[in-house]
């Protein structure tokens, strides 16, 4: 004979604590959800921006809908350079590299379009700034017409405690020119609920980075801290490819070993 449990003691405790396997903390916001957590801190005047959502301005609430909030673009676009005019022959991901060096800054007036062609990159921040809560992480990815039309969109994670304007990269690998208008929405960000607040958010760790007073100085890329790491594994390298080869070929397991 079957047993079954009796899970009204259960359901009453989970009522009483407010928690439930149905709903856990780690969970994807809904747009209900998300307007909740945007209206607190109006409402609340919460002054840890640690525990606060942010997305500012909101032009329009159609913006929030399903699971999402869909971002629009500023009017400050960075059009990488083309041959002799960037200041870098090889941009080393281990160095700093700053926006302005590889890229012409161009401030597009509301109202106004600007010319994507083929092959062409252009960096941009997003209009809306974001704070993202130190339990919560962000995703953000491009809309679907993005692709449609043969643009490549940079997407990614949204840390714990970052706050600013995300910065946005596109490729145009079509073979048309393609327009882009300031305010138009161009990327959606889904918010997900973690189960506690990160010890390492984006906002201590980039407390260490080198700033700038200069506002249109923008380091895409510092020097992460296993660079030195890196440049000590000179010391152990093979002095001759030739040698290299030979030491790993020593070091393969035979056929009867496997």
Do not use: W
């Not at 405690?161 to 960000?189: C, E």
């Amino acid at each position: 004979m079957m047993r079954t449990r009796d899970n009204s003691s259960d359901r009453s405790s989970q009522a009483a604590t407010g928690s439930s396997d149905l709903f856990p903390s780690h969970c994807m916001l809904t747009d209900s959800e998300i307007l909740k957590k945007l209206k607190e801190r109006i409402v609340d005047g919460d002054p840890e921006i640690k525990r606060t959502l942010i997305v500012h301005p909101i032009l329009d609430e159609e913006q929030i809908y399903g699971a999402k909030i869909d971002l629009r673009l500023g009017n400050e676009i960075h059009r990488t350079k083309h041959g002799r005019s960037v200041t870098k022959a090889i941009l080393d991901l281990d160095e700093e590299i700053r926006l302005n060096e590889v890229a012409d800054r161009i401030i597009v007036p509301f109202g106004r379009q600007f010319t994507l062609h083929p092959g062409e990159m252009m960096v941009a921040r997003l209009f809306e700034y974001v704070n993202v809560p130190e339990d919560m992480v962000g995703r953000l990815d491009p809309r679907a017409r993005m692709s449609k039309v043969g643009l490549s969109v940079s997407a990614g994670y949204v840390d714990p405690g970052f706050s600013g304007h995300i910065l946005i990269s596109f490729i145009n690998n079509s073979f048309v020119p393609i327009a882009f208008r300031p305010l138009m929405r161009v990327a959606s960000l889904t918010l997900f609920r973690l189960s506690e607040a990160v010890k390492l958010s984006y906002r201590r760790t980039r407390a260490k980075l080198k700033t700038y007073p200069d506002p249109e100085i923008i380091v895409l890329n510092s020097p992460e801290y296993d660079t030195e790491i890196l440049s000590k594994m000179e010391e152990i390298q093979c002095k001759k490819p030739k040698d290299c080869d030979e030491k790993l070929l020593d070091e393969l397991p035979t056929k009867r070993e496997r």
